[in-house]
């Protein structure tokens, strides 16, 4: 079974609430169709992490995507995780491609730049009627399709309420518009029309595993289409049946854990899903700890002495080797083997530095080694991080990224960097830079090439210390109440002005990474 054309529309936050909401456009166009409303979406239930998920093929643990990441950083064009996107591009070199998101961060941080799609963004009805407009004028072969609103309402109204089943029943009528401007170019019956979700909700919100939120509609016609129930699927599945549909199933990435679902297509039967092993990239993932240390000061040496602003070896103590900064710590510090000598765990403490980022270049350097952790806990910070817009900033850990937060006193922003995909239970480099006069903030693991994210205008003047604290904070935020940061660090830098490529050719040499 091959078809000429595929949609997918996603509505966000419909979850499976569309059997509770009057549809008679989708009651209709799904009659002979195949429909399951025991999809389970990805965890944790994020739009960044689920339409990354619906993309990509695998799992937000693979992907690493996040609302943060996906609202300030493209997409690796080379990850091996690539969006379905990438994939029939590849395959397909000639084929016309778009996506019309009301959710532009899809656009910018999921589908990958320089493969020729073309992209469009606004609200529903908008993105409803750019989506007639270019079907109307092209012959595309994918189509993604992306509506916000009711998920907007799910937040407002609450889920599953009037006001969020009203905005799915004018979801409704914009599909129907979307339909019939497929069928005025004689292609139903040559499309692979889809109509889904990210996640659905709970009460005014979602991110949690509740029924509410981890399970979502998947329907589904067309030619060759089975009518009736689909068989277990899962969110990430969506990629599976995109290339399933376009005749490119052979083309399916080794990286994908997606399948294509039993029950869906006539003859096709799930196979075992897919696994795959993250290759380890360096030795130093996994190495023994404890390396002898290379003697203090020998890192000042490298990058210079009078640029650095503090040098924390935690070689036993919380002293910078530096000299410039006198160190406080508060509550219980845990000395272990760390990847140069001893490193330090702050679970139950934290260090304190007397040193302000104000408007000027600064840069961060460590060595970090987690099993994972949630609730993002601080690695450095001078701000209430948990408050939103107050002066101050924030370098925090989660799951798959490091975080990086600004606060204004007004306005805030977030962006975050995607840790080496096997770094869980490993040692890993992070060396960020905030480099205001380029206006961007770059961040590079492993001394490799750094990920860059723009410094918006409105933030090009703004002082990044907090103006009510006395310096900052390793291992907590200003509250010294915040989550504990769950991870083993290491040769702690902090830096006068911007790292360089060469300050990152220096310190690989002298670990010998």
């Known amino acids: 079974m091959k078809y000429s054309h595929v949609i997918v529309i996603g509505v966000d936050g419909a979850g499976t609430f569309f059997r509770q909401a009057s549809t008679p456009n989708l009651d209709r166009i799904f009659a002979q169709g195949a429909v399951s409303y025991d999809v389970l979406t990805s965890n944790p239930t994020i739009s960044g992490q689920c339409w990354g998920s619906m993309l990509t093929g695998v799992t937000p643990e693979m992907h690493g995507l996040t609302n943060g990441r996906v609202s300030s950083t493209p997409y690796p064009t080379d990850s091996i995780f690539p969006s379905v996107f990438r994939v029939i591009r590849e395959a397909m070199p000639d084929a016309e491609l778009a996506s019309f998101c009301n ?77 019939e401007a497929y069928d005025a170019r004689g292609w139903i019956d040559d499309t692979l029309f889809i109509v889904t979700a990210d996640h659905g909700g709970f009460d005014h919100g979602h991110g949690g595993w509740t029924d509410g939120e981890k399970y979502i509609m998947f329907a589904a016609a067309g030619r060759g289409v089975v009518h009736g129930t689909i068989g277990e699927m899962g969110v990430r599945d969506t990629a599976s049946v995109v290339l399933y549909a376009l005749g490119l199933a052979d083309r399916q990435p080794a990286s994908w854990t997606a399948r294509v679902p039993s029950g869906l297509f006539e003859g096709v039967e799930a196979g075992e899903r897919p696994v795959f092993e993250v290759p380890y990239a360096y030795e130093y993932r996994t190495r023994k700890p404890g390396v002898t240390p290379v003697g203090k000061n020998a890192l000042s040496a490298v990058l210079g002495r009078d640029r650095i602003a503090a040098y924390l070896p935690f070689d ?156 900052v904070r390793i291992g907590q935020d200003a509250t010294g109440k915040y989550a504990p940061l769950s991870a083993v660090l290491d040769d702690f830098v902090l830096v006068d002005g911007a790292l360089t490529a060469d300050d990152l050719a220096k310190m690989k040499a002298f670990y010998g990474a």
Not at 155 to 165: C, F, I, K
């Open 103 to 179: 959710w532009n961060p899809i656009n910018f941080g999921i589908i990958e730049e320089g493969l020729g799609v073309t992209k469009g963004t606004g609200n529903d009805a908008s993105v409803t009627e750019q989506v007639c407009a270019y079907v109307a004028e092209h012959d595309p072969a994918f189509v993604f399709v992306q509506f916000d609103e009711v998920d907007g309402a799910g937040h407002g109204s609450g889920y599953g309420t009037e006001g969020h089943l009203r905005q799915i029943e004018i979801s409704d009528g914009l599909i129907q518009k979307m339909w």
């Open 316 to 471: 036993g103590d919380c002293r910078d080797e530096n000299g410039k900064c006198e160190t406080a710590t508060s509550g219980k510090l845990y000395y272990i083997d760390g990847y140069n000598g001893t490193g330090i765990r702050v679970d139950d403490g934290f260090v304190a530095l007397p040193w302000k980022p104000g408007k000027k270049s600064f840069s961060l350097a460590l060595w970090l080694k987690s099993d994972g952790v949630g609730s993002d806990p601080v690695i450095l910070s001078d701000k209430v991080w948990a408050s939103g817009y107050n002066p101050g900033f924030v370098v925090a850990l989660d799951s798959t990224t490091i975080l990086v937060n600004f606060g204004n006193g007004r306005e805030r922003m977030d962006t975050a960097f995607r840790l080496p995909i096997d770094f869980t239970g490993g040692w890993v480099h992070a060396a960020l830079t905030v480099d205001r006069e380029a206006g961007e903030v770059r961040c590079a693991f492993d001394f490799g090439k750094p990920e860059t994210a723009k410094i918006p205008e409105k933030f090009a003047d703004a002082d990044f210390g907090c103006g009510d604290c006395e310096g």
